[in-house]
């Protein structure tokens, strides 16, 4: 929102002064020679420096002026004098206000105070701000605004700038880590005809070359297996997903995940990979592997527990789900026991009951890093089976901070078997499920051209710097959430 008229009629005002004396106060370009954090270790050499930066506080002692400038690497103090720049220029200060961008340029020296300082012998006005800082430079708390007015958000809290500092440098270690062991990083497609790889609702969109609707993509999964079938043994992609699902502290409809995708390997091997790339991770940004988050120490090094589903939800509800084979008995058994309200029209899927289990009894009590292993059949249907375990899959998702961090299968890699399972899930889906998987023919034909046994991994992004920066909402991981457009 705009600040009080008087408070930017006065900026324009100095802004019309500095135009009418010839000054230009959007000059198209002004050349530094450090940033602000290289300039600081010149202090006492007598090394002329242009820096460039925000004015967040002044301050006027006579016949000489203090700023504080802050640039994307730091803040410096800078002392201007009027005998070192001269009365005409030295009066110009008066035109200059909090959140104006400044070139200034001197030597690092150390003022009585002890303070590392620019001692400047010019200042140039390079962009004067209309509306002043919120606050006066103490920061936004009004939550939705920081969501809406991220730019603000960034200017005056530094906990937000190291959160998305934080974020860039663990997407760049987790490059690092999937290059070094071999992995190919690709892209596919985010418009997609079938929404596939995932039970998700999704967003639709209108392709008007093409006249027809397309899907935003739920999942990487479906393309990223095609390669594997081209040849590709080793394939990760970095990118955005979207579900038309509900917001919560943990689900935004649009993020970010890493998928991967690895040939001659399964679900203990992918499980091995990510005990390793946690830590790594950590290491790498946090030089830890020790955190805390929202109270709790967490320990990110191997081994990590490995429960099962079902031991998991027996230990945290006295509930064995393998005694309830269909849905209608585990739904009596959760209705007896008083586990779960049961919502009228829930869909009749054994599954989504456990999910829901999971989610209220096993997943808040997951601080410490945990795989949790061997999944219903029909909440993985692109899953491989567990052999020995009917109705059970190969598959383990991660969980850390109370969270899911990832996701992974031994891929179903069988074409008739995969068949299959896209009808029981048509059959989900005819039942009311709206999430379940749509079958896509082309992956099936793919299929058909044989898929080496593989090892998928589904990692969330957003969680991961949730966690690494001690957040407890997404939102504050996003740049820019989505928000409900305000009426202007």
């Excluded at 300082?117 to 010019?122: M, Q």
């Excluded at 760049?172 to 998700?200: C, H, K, N, Y």
């Excluded at 020790?290 to 945290?316: A, F, H």
């Excluded at 749509?438 to 966690?467: H, S």
């Amino acid at each position: 929102m705009a600040q009080p008229t008087s408070l930017r009629q006065t900026r324009l005002e100095k802004l019309e002064r500095l135009r009418s004396q010839g000054i230009d106060p959007y000059p198209p370009r002004f050349h530094r020679t450090h940033t602000i954090q290289e300039a600081l270790p010149l202090e006492g050499k007598e090394t002329p420096c242009r820096l460039a930066g925000r004015i967040t506080a002044q301050r006027e002692m006579g016949r000489a002026a203090f700023l504080d400038i802050r640039d994307g690497t730091g803040k410096v103090q800078v002392l201007l004098r009027q005998n070192l720049l001269g009365p005409e220029k030295y009066s110009q200060l008066r035109e200059l206000d909090l959140g104006d961008f400044v070139g200034v340029e001197g030597k690092v020296i150390r003022t009585r105070t002890g303070e590392p300082t620019l001692e400047a012998r010019d200042v140039v006005l390079l962009a004067k701000a209309l509306q002043p800082l919120p606050e006066k430079w103490h920061g936004l708390v009004d939550t939705e605004k920081r969501y809406r007015q991220r730019y603000l958000d960034l200017i005056t809290n530094p906990r937000t700038r190291q959160t998305f500092l934080v974020r860039s440098q663990l997407i760049s270690a987790l490059r690092r880590f999937m290059d070094s062991r071999g992995f190919l990083e690709v892209e596919t497609p985010v418009f997609q005809a079938i929404a596939g790889g995932a039970a998700a609702r999704p967003f639709i969109t209108h392709h008007h070359a093409l006249d027809q609707d397309l899907y935003l993509r739920i999942a990487t999964e479906l393309h990223l297996k095609r390669l594997l079938i081209g040849g590709l043994d080793k394939v990760y992609e970095i990118g955005r997903l979207f579900r038309n699902e509900g917001i919560s502290t943990k689900h935004n409809p649009e993020f970010t995940t890493m998928e991967s995708y690895e040939a001659y390997t399964d679900y203990h091997g992918v499980m091995a990979m990510v005990e390793e790339m946690v830590p790594f991770l950590a290491r790498e940004v946090l030089g830890t592997t020790t955190i805390t988050y929202q109270g709790q120490e967490v320990r990110l090094d191997p081994p990590w527990p490995r429960p099962t589903l079902r031991e998991l939800l027996k230990e945290k509800t006295g509930l064995d789900s393998m005694d309830y084979p269909d849905y209608p008995s585990l739904r009596k058994a959760v209705e007896e026991k008083g586990l779960l309200p049961i919502e009228p029209g829930q869909p009749p899927n054994r599954g989504k009951l456990i999910d829901k289990l999971l989610s209220r009894y096993g997943e808040p009590a997951l601080v410490q890093p945990t795989f949790v292993l061997d999944y219903p059949r029909e909440m993985s249907p692109l899953a491989k089976g567990k052999p020995g375990e009917p109705g059970l899959v190969e598959r383990f998702e991660a969980f850390c901070g109370g969270m899911e961090i990832a996701n992974a299968f031994t891929e179903l890699n069988d074409p008739l078997e995969q068949r299959e399972r896209f009808r029981e899930q048509a059959q989900f889906r005819a039942g009311g499920d709206e999430e379940a998987e749509l079958p896509d023919e082309d992956f099936l034909q793919a299929l058909e051209y044989g898929m080496p046994p593989t090892g998928g991994l589904g990692v969330g992004i957003d969680r991961l710097v949730m966690l690494f920066t001690d957040q407890p909402s997404i939102r504050e991981v996003i740049l820019f959430p989505q928000l409900k457009t305000k009426e202007t």
